[in-house]
């Protein structure tokens, strides 16, 4: 856990994308901004090509898990730094959302109150500080961002500076998204304790049950992952990339060769913390819930999974380890629930033991080409 193995692949320097990886981008574009949509709005339901409402939220919500898995992949394949902490951001960015989103319900809960049924049921009379610019959509999209990255740049701050590193850095994430799960779980908090926010009714003023209104936000996230997929590109393959990754492999010559790991590593791990929260923000309103349970252990675990499963220091390998294992999860949770978690320990220990490059290594093993000719 502490090493990285010298067979992951160091990036060439040079074009974005290779010619079959533009191919396979704009693929993914136009699947995301006119086939999906096509097939969900325009072919009627009767259709063996209709795309089920179904499948676009489940499709969607294993997207906002991709744009988990991409930025555990920055921090762990490229920079060695494993975290088990990042549902923590990923709950906060949906926190922040879910805030606006219930405060958009207005008087059309249960208790036609202008405040949320929780804190209504609670006897509260006035809206906590936190809540002040809940009303205001700029200003929850501007915490996505905000609250979760301040967070981990005090966090890192100190953790890098202090040296911690390995399993001891690992371990110290999951006690902080284990105290936090804990906090929120309190009704005075005003996050809604343990049931959290849910019941959701509108996003700008337009209903969220409008299919219109759930293939915008759809599209939004699919562009968000391509986004974040070529961010991510760009970044490993440029100086600051090199740098994370000598840092991975031996952090003690890059110091000696003059430069500080702890800038590199804390801007990283800032901005790792940023995707995951803005993974989250478009999480809720397309699921419907958040709550505590986000930041379970087991959350952030998961999200290490989909990188291994697909393969670390590859980009695109954490994409298909998301979709891979949740698509696997969606499955077994309707035929087999009870040995869903079995299957998902199997799976872990076999890509450890016998893949340690992943489903994308395996694939390209098969294919006869080196790890570096990835697109």
Not at 34 to 43: E, K, M, Q, R, T
Not at 70 to 86: F, V
Not at 91 to 110: E, F, S, V
Request: charged fraction near 10%.
């Amino acid at each position: 856990m502490t090493a990285i193995p010298p067979t992951l692949p160091v990036p060439k320097r040079g074009l974005l994308l290779s010619p079959a990886g533009w191919t396979g981008l704009l693929a993914a574009l136009l699947a995301v901004t006119v086939l999906v949509p096509v097939l969900n709005l325009v072919v009627p339901e009767g259709s063996l090509f209709h795309l089920s409402d179904y499948g676009v939220a489940l499709t969607a919500k294993i997207m906002c898990y991709a744009i988990c898995a991409l930025a555990m992949d920055l921090i762990w394949g490229y920079t060695g730094i494993l975290s088990l902490g990042h549902g923590l951001f990923f709950a906060l960015g949906g926190y922040a959302m879910g805030m606006y989103l219930m405060r958009q319900i207005g008087t059309d809960g249960q208790y036609k109150s202008h405040l949320p049924d929780f804190m209504v049921f609670l006897d509260w009379k006035t809206l906590p500080w936190h809540w002040a610019l809940s009303d205001s959509f700029i200003a929850q999209a501007l915490l996505v961002l905000l609250v979760p990255g301040l967070l981990a740049f005090i966090f890192g701050f100190f953790a890098f500076r202090s040296r911690i590193k390995g399993v001891y850095f690992s371990i110290i994430t999951q006690a902080m998204t284990f105290a936090a799960m804990l906090l929120f779980f309190r009704n005075e908090t005003g996050f809604g304790g343990n049931n959290g926010f849910t019941d959701f009714k509108r996003i700008l003023d337009i209903p969220l049950q409008q299919p219109s209104t759930r293939m915008v936000l759809f599209v939004l996230t699919g562009l968000t992952l391509i986004g974040c997929y070529l961010m991510a590109r760009w970044i490993v393959h440029s100086k600051f990339g090199r740098v994370l990754q000598a840092i991975r492999d031996a952090e003690s010559r890059v110091m000696f060769t003059g430069y500080d790991p702890l800038a590199y590593k804390l801007a990283i791990w800032t901005l790792s913390a940023v995707m995951c929260g803005v993974a989250g923000a478009l999480y809720v309103p397309q699921v419907g819930i958040i709550n505590p349970s986000e930041m379970s252990p087991a959350a952030s675990i998961e999200i290490a999974i989909w990188a291994a499963v697909g393969g670390r220091a590859t980009l695109i390998g954490p994409i298909v380890g998301a979709f891979f294992v949740n698509g696997a999860k969606s499955w077994f949770t309707q035929v087999f629930p009870e040995f869903w978690l079995y299957f998902l320990g199997a799976l872990f220990i076999a890509v450890t033991l016998f893949l340690p490059q992943g489903l994308v290594g395996l694939v390209q093993k098969f294919k006869g080409s080196k790890p570096e000719e990835r697109a």
